[in-house]
Nanobody, 116 residues
Framework: QAQLVESGGGLVQPGGSLRLSCSASGIIFSAFAMSWYRQAPGKQRELVAGITSGGSTNYAASVKGRFTISRDNAKNTVYLQMNSLKPEDTAVYYC??????????WGQGTQVTVSS
Protein backbone atom coordinates (compact mmCIF):
# COMPACT_ATOMS: atom_id res chain seq x y z
CA GLN A 1 0.00 0.00 0.00
CA ALA A 2 1.35 3.41 -0.97
CA GLN A 3 2.30 5.58 1.99
CA LEU A 4 4.09 8.86 2.63
CA VAL A 5 5.35 9.73 6.10
CA GLU A 6 6.59 13.22 6.91
CA SER A 7 8.92 14.12 9.76
CA GLY A 8 11.10 16.98 10.92
CA GLY A 9 8.53 19.59 11.83
CA GLY A 10 8.59 21.54 15.06
CA LEU A 11 8.91 24.92 16.72
CA VAL A 12 11.66 27.23 15.51
CA GLN A 13 12.49 30.89 16.04
CA PRO A 14 12.32 33.38 13.18
CA GLY A 15 15.48 33.18 11.12
CA GLY A 16 16.00 29.55 12.05
CA SER A 17 16.12 26.41 9.92
CA LEU A 18 14.36 23.08 9.71
CA ARG A 19 14.66 20.11 7.38
CA LEU A 20 11.55 18.15 6.58
CA SER A 21 11.73 14.58 5.32
CA CYS A 22 9.12 12.51 3.53
CA SER A 23 9.69 8.78 3.34
CA ALA A 24 7.77 6.82 0.71
CA SER A 25 6.82 3.17 0.66
CA GLY A 26 4.73 0.98 -1.60
CA ILE A 27 5.56 2.97 -4.75
CA ILE A 28 8.31 3.09 -7.36
CA PHE A 29 9.59 6.31 -5.87
CA SER A 30 11.88 7.30 -8.74
CA ALA A 31 8.91 7.40 -11.14
CA PHE A 32 6.98 9.99 -9.13
CA ALA A 33 7.16 13.75 -9.06
CA MET A 34 7.31 14.84 -5.43
CA SER A 35 6.07 18.06 -3.91
CA TRP A 36 5.66 19.84 -0.61
CA TYR A 37 2.47 21.74 0.12
CA ARG A 38 1.45 23.69 3.18
CA GLN A 39 -1.77 24.83 4.75
CA ALA A 40 -2.02 27.58 7.32
CA PRO A 41 -5.10 27.97 9.54
CA GLY A 42 -7.97 29.48 7.58
CA LYS A 43 -6.08 29.33 4.30
CA GLN A 44 -6.08 27.05 1.28
CA ARG A 45 -3.40 24.45 0.79
CA GLU A 46 -0.62 25.86 -1.42
CA LEU A 47 2.29 24.42 -3.34
CA VAL A 48 5.64 25.20 -1.70
CA ALA A 49 8.12 23.30 -3.87
CA GLY A 50 8.22 20.44 -6.34
CA ILE A 51 10.81 18.14 -7.88
CA THR A 52 10.24 16.00 -10.94
CA SER A 53 11.39 12.43 -11.41
CA GLY A 54 14.24 13.89 -13.45
CA GLY A 55 15.28 16.29 -10.71
CA SER A 56 13.92 19.59 -12.03
CA THR A 57 12.66 21.86 -9.27
CA ASN A 58 10.16 24.67 -8.87
CA TYR A 59 9.32 26.91 -5.94
CA ALA A 60 6.61 29.26 -4.77
CA ALA A 61 7.75 32.86 -5.01
CA SER A 62 7.38 33.27 -1.26
CA VAL A 63 10.03 30.63 -0.49
CA LYS A 64 12.41 30.93 -3.43
CA GLY A 65 15.96 31.46 -2.22
CA ARG A 66 15.12 30.22 1.29
CA PHE A 67 13.84 26.67 0.76
CA THR A 68 15.46 23.83 -1.15
CA ILE A 69 13.75 20.62 -2.24
CA SER A 70 15.80 17.52 -2.98
CA ARG A 71 15.29 13.81 -3.34
CA ASP A 72 17.27 10.65 -2.66
CA ASN A 73 15.84 7.87 -4.81
CA ALA A 74 18.03 5.27 -3.09
CA LYS A 75 16.32 6.12 0.21
CA ASN A 76 12.83 6.75 -1.24
CA THR A 77 12.90 10.12 0.48
CA VAL A 78 12.27 13.74 -0.45
CA TYR A 79 13.55 16.61 1.67
CA LEU A 80 12.67 20.24 2.19
CA GLN A 81 15.45 22.35 3.66
CA MET A 82 13.93 25.51 5.08
CA ASN A 83 16.21 28.41 6.00
CA SER A 84 15.53 31.96 7.15
CA LEU A 85 12.14 30.91 8.41
CA LYS A 86 9.47 33.55 8.96
CA PRO A 87 6.32 33.51 11.09
CA GLU A 88 4.28 33.38 7.88
CA ASP A 89 5.85 30.01 7.10
CA THR A 90 3.86 28.55 9.99
CA ALA A 91 1.63 25.81 8.61
CA VAL A 92 1.07 22.10 8.34
CA TYR A 93 3.40 20.82 5.64
CA TYR A 94 2.27 17.94 3.46
CA CYS A 95 4.20 15.67 1.15
CA UNK A 96 2.63 14.74 -2.20
CA UNK A 97 3.51 12.15 -4.83
CA UNK A 98 2.25 12.50 -8.39
CA UNK A 99 2.26 10.11 -11.33
CA UNK A 100 0.38 10.80 -14.58
CA UNK A 101 -1.35 7.42 -14.51
CA UNK A 102 -2.20 7.24 -10.82
CA UNK A 103 -4.13 9.09 -8.14
CA UNK A 104 -2.16 11.56 -6.02
CA UNK A 105 -0.73 10.27 -2.74
CA TRP A 106 -0.63 12.49 0.34
CA GLY A 107 1.14 12.25 3.67
CA GLN A 108 -0.47 13.02 7.01
CA GLY A 109 1.34 16.32 7.44
CA THR A 110 3.84 17.75 9.88
CA GLN A 111 3.41 20.99 11.84
CA VAL A 112 5.93 23.79 11.42
CA THR A 113 5.63 26.72 13.81
CA VAL A 114 7.86 29.77 13.49
CA SER A 115 7.60 31.91 16.59
CA SER A 116 9.75 33.66 19.15
Amino acid sequence: QAQLVESGGGLVQPGGSLRLSCSASGIIFSAFAMSWYRQAPGKQRELVAGITSGGSTNYAASVKGRFTISRDNAKNTVYLQMNSLKPEDTAVYYCNAKHPLLQDIWGQGTQVTVSS
